[in-house]
C-alpha cells in the first residue's frame, strides 16, 4: 500500500493505492500555499486515514505537483505554492513524514497514467500531451518516464518555428509567455494563447470555449483563427512525434474536451509526420481517475516493488 498526492495551487487530492487500478480517493483538501507545517499536516492526516483503513503503514508517498524538482540542487520550483516552492522538497517531506517520498511532474504522471492504464496502453513509446491553461507532455518509454524531473517533455517552451501560417498564410505573432521567453508555443496553442491569437486577428475578445463553439457553428472568423492554430500546433508536434517515434499522442486539459478539434488536429498532424498511420494518433485522455494520482501511483508502488523485492 502507498499513499498518493495530486496537488495543485487550489486543492490537495490524496488515495489509498494498492494498484494503478485499485485507487481509493479521499476527499480533497485545501492547498496551504503559505504555510510549510500546514501542508506537511495536511498531507500526514491523509496517511494517518490511509493508515487507518489498511492497517498498515504505506511504503512511500508519491506526489504529483505543478512544477518540476532542479535535478542539480533537488529544489522544487512550484510557483504556485510559495511554502514549498525553493525547497529540497523531498528531502524535507521525509523527515517530517518518516516516509520515503517521491515527487513528479504532473504532466508526466498523466502520461503515465495513460500508458499504464489508458488510452496508450500497450504503446511502447507514448507522448502525452495537455492543451489547456498551459501546453505541456510528458514521454514514456517502455512503461518508465525517460527522466522524472519535470524538465523532459516540456515542448510547450519551445519556440514557434514557422513565421507564417494558416491559408491563406498569416504572420505568426509572438506573444509573451509566462517562463519568461517570447515567442513559445505555450504562448499561442494554449486556452489562453487562443484567446490571443483570436484578439491578434480579429481584435474580438471571446474566450476558449466561445471561440471553439463559433468554430463548431461555422463561424468564419473562428474557423480562421482555429485554421491558424492548428496549423501552428501541429508543426510543432510533428517535430516531436519524428523525434520520439510515438505512437500516440493521449491528450488531457480542457481543449482535450472538444472531439472535432482534436480529430482535426489529429488529421493535421498525421500529413505532417514520416511515418504514416491509418488509424487517429491524437486520441482523447481515457482514464477515470484523477490522472495525477493513477501517475504517482503508478512511480509509488514501482518504488515499492524495487526496495522491497516485491
Known sequence: MIVCFDIGGTAIKGALATSPEDIRPFPRQPTPIHDFDAFVATLASVIAEAEAIAGERPACIAISIAGVIDPDTANAVVANIPCIHGRPLMADLEAALGLPVIVANDADCFVLAEAGIGAARGHRVVFGVILGTGVGGGLVIDGRLINESGFAGEWGHGPIQPTEAGTPPMHVPRFQCGCGQVGCIDAICSARGLEKLHKHIHAEQ???????????????????????????????????VNVTGTTILPVGGGLSNVPALLARIDTALRGRILRKFKAPIVVPAACGVEPGLIGAAILGLDFAREHQGG
Open 206 to 240: 471571446l474566450t476558449s470555449e466561445e471561440i471553439i463553439a463559433d468554430w463548431q457553428r461555422g463561424d468564419a472568423k473562428a474557423e480562421r483563427t482555429t485554421d491558424i492554430y492548428v496549423d501552428i500546433l501541429t508543426d510543432a508536434l510533428s517535430i516531436v
